[in-house]
């Protein structure tokens, strides 16, 4: 109870912070870090505590249900979250995304980076921080996001000019907001525009020049956001961030910044054995291949606890070798342009409150 939570946090972020000193092992697009900025929620057991502390997510009359919120920056290129922060269940996302572009120079130090959000976040104030701060981004629009821009569009890639005039300005909720759109005027972006495969259409928008990166080149980058929803996957259904080793706040904020902190080894250390992997390797299997992550992140969970408490550095050194030739060997090919449906509605814990079934 006396243990801050807030030390595992500060020891995920030293581990990412060595790892971007390293320019070698720092994969990059076009010379930027992409990061994407996303939150989602976490079950918690049910307490009068938990419900006074994270909020109530279930419908009127309905089962309480607490859950903690989670904001997270996520470099997507190379696999390694920057900043982590939970906070109540109905937490403004775009408050917690600014804190977080304004913490990412103290990880990554002076690299240029691209802010990828998903179509959750946009809207003028929020362009107007971001452009503030001098960061390039790029956001997904809503279908009723800025949709009077998005039908005056004259081709499927344009500079639009977004104006806040009155009913804009009095649709702000706070008054401070109100002003800022009232004495910023207007903005200008660009906005892209793409047919999906289910003949759907999207909407980007983005300060990110014409001239830096095509049309082309903007979707590409848009899709590389779905690599935090793929961490999310790792978080909540192989490291099971929601199997709590107890009930009180600061137990579970606990658990919650230590597989912060773990998810960041494991993806370091899976990411310098997939770069051992040469051209020969590669040319041995027909399908490009990759390292079977539930395979990996399952070995390193549950062996490397003992290499860290492994006192004698030669057979510390051995074991962590045979954890690395046991995740070499377990390879599958690369599966493309997979997608998979989202479950309607709030799910119910599925972890008894009592005892943690991993590490």
């Known amino acids: 109870m006396k243990l801050n939570p807030e030390a595992f946090k500060m020891l995920a972020k030293h581990h990412a912070e060595q790892f971007y000193k390293d320019p070698s092992a720092v994969k990059k697009y076009k010379s930027h870090l992409i990061l994407a900025i996303d939150g989602t929620s976490l079950n918690v057991p049910l307490t009068e505590e938990n419900?006074?502390?994270y909020g109530n997510t279930a419908k009127h009359g309905g089962r309480p249900r607490p859950q903690i919120g989670l904001s997270c920056l996520f470099d997507v290129?190379?696999?390694?979250?920057?900043?982590?922060n939970t906070a109540s269940c109905k937490f403004n996302e775009r408050t917690e995304a600014i804190v977080h572009v304004d913490n990412t120079i103290d990880v990554t130090g002076n690299k240029l980076c691209i802010y990828l959000f998903d179509r959750g976040y946009p809207s003028g104030?929020?362009?107007?921080?971001?452009?503030?701060r001098k960061v390039s981004f790029l956001v997904r629009l809503g279908s009723a996001s800025f949709r009077r821009e998005q039908r005056g569009m004259?081709?499927?890639d344009c500079i639009v000019d977004i104006v806040f005039d009155k009913t804009r300005i009095s649709a702000s909720k706070k008054e401070e907001s109100a002003k800022r759109l009232a004495v910023a005027g207007s903005i200008t972006l660009r906005f892209v525009h793409l047919k999906l495969d289910d003949g759907d259409d999207e909407y980007l928008a983005t300060n990110i020049s014409g001239d830096l990166?095509?049309?082309k080149e903007i979707c590409s980058l848009y899709r590389m956001r779905w690599g935090i929803e793929t961490v999310f996957d790792d978080l909540k259904n192989k490291l099971q961030i929601e199997n709590f080793t107890g009930e009180k706040p600061v137990i579970m904020e606990q658990d919650i910044?230590?597989?912060?902190?773990?998810s960041n080894i494991i993806n370091d250390i899976m990411q310098d054995i997939a770069a051992e992997f040469t051209s020969e390797d590669m040319l041995k299997h027909k399908h490009e291949m990759q390292l079977n992550r539930n395979i990996a992140i399952g070995i390193i969970k549950e062996d490397l606890i003992l290499v860290i408490l492994e006192k004698r550095s030669r057979k510390r050194a051995s074991m962590m070798e045979t954890i690395v030739r046991e995740i070499e060997s377990?390879?599958?090919p690369v599966r493309p342009d997979r997608n998979f449906n989202r479950p309607i509605g709030k799910l119910a814990s599925k972890?008894?409150?009592?005892r943690k079934r991993c590490f």
């Open 351 to 354: 972890y008894t409150n009592v």
């Open 125 to 132: 104030e929020f362009f107007l921080d971001l452009m503030e």
């Open 77 to 84: 290129l190379n696999r390694t979250f920057i900043d982590m």
């Open 154 to 156: 004259d081709s499927d």
């Open 51 to 53: 419900l006074a502390t």
């Open 257 to 262: 910044y230590a597989t912060f902190y773990l």
């Open 213 to 215: 990166f095509d049309t």
């Open 330 to 332: 377990n390879i599958l």
